[in-house]
Structure formats: C-alpha cells, structure tokens
C-alpha cells in the first residue's frame, strides 16, 4: 500500500521560510516522479512543484518560481519543499503526490496522494 505523510507544515509569519517533507512507502520511491500541491480554503487544489525521478529536472508554478524550491533524496525515500519568502496567499493545505513524470504529476494524472500539511501565513 503506498503512503505518502507530509510533515513540516505550521504556522509562520509573512517572509519566513519552512521546509516540508514527504516521507514515502510502498512504492518504488526513486522511479516516481513527486509534486507539491495546494488547497486553500475555498479554492480548487492547485499545482506547486514537481521534481523527476532522479531530481535532475524541476518544475514550478508561476506562483512560486523563485521562492520555493523542490527537492528529493531517494536514499531517504523523502521528497521536499523549501519555502522561502512565504505570503499569506500561500496559505493553504500542501499534499504530496507521486506519479509516473512530473508532467504527469503536474496534470494531476494517476498521481498517489498524501493526506497534506497545513501552512499559515500570517501577515
């Protein structure tokens, strides 16, 4: 059974920064493609990240190019978001999700989801 755990999440103020995490199992961690995405209250869930299955390649939404940073390490089985500069537009519930590419991943297609991690950005 695949699980996917998000960690890290919490409250912080307007230009701080946090780190979360997803922790994987159940699957072949280094041949998925993983992705970041976000829910805020009210809204549909919305793309964030994606990275490859070797972290070679990267992809970001608009919203957070330059600011948050995607990562994995395989021999941890744990992928991760570096927030930087965080807003109160960021908001939202974070869920990890696993999939075949990250251009899979980003579409949304067949992806493994975790059960997400709160972010509160205060102003």
């Known amino acids: 059974q695949v699980q996917l755990v998000e960690s890290g999440g919490g409250l912080v103020q307007a230009g701080g920064s946090l780190r979360l995490s997803c922790a994987a199992s159940?699957?072949?961690?280094?041949?998925?493609?993983m992705g970041w995405f976000r829910q805020a209250l009210g809204k549909e869930r919305e793309f964030v990240a994606a990275?490859?299955?070797?972290?070679?390649?990267?992809d970001y939404a608009d919203s957070t190019k330059g600011r948050f940073t995607m990562s994995r390490d395989n021999a941890k089985n744990t992928a991760y978001l570096q927030m930087n500069s965080l807003k109160p537009e960021d908001t939202a519930i974070y869920y990890c999700?696993?999939?075949?590419?990250?251009?899979?991943?980003?579409?949304?297609?067949?992806?493994?989801w975790g059960q997400g991690t709160p972010v509160t950005v205060s102003s």
């Open positions: 159940g699957l072949a961690f280094s041949s998925y493609a």
């Open positions: 990275v490859s299955w070797s972290g070679g390649t990267t």
């Open positions: 999700a696993a999939g075949q590419s990250a251009l899979l991943v980003r579409r949304g297609v067949n992806n493994y």
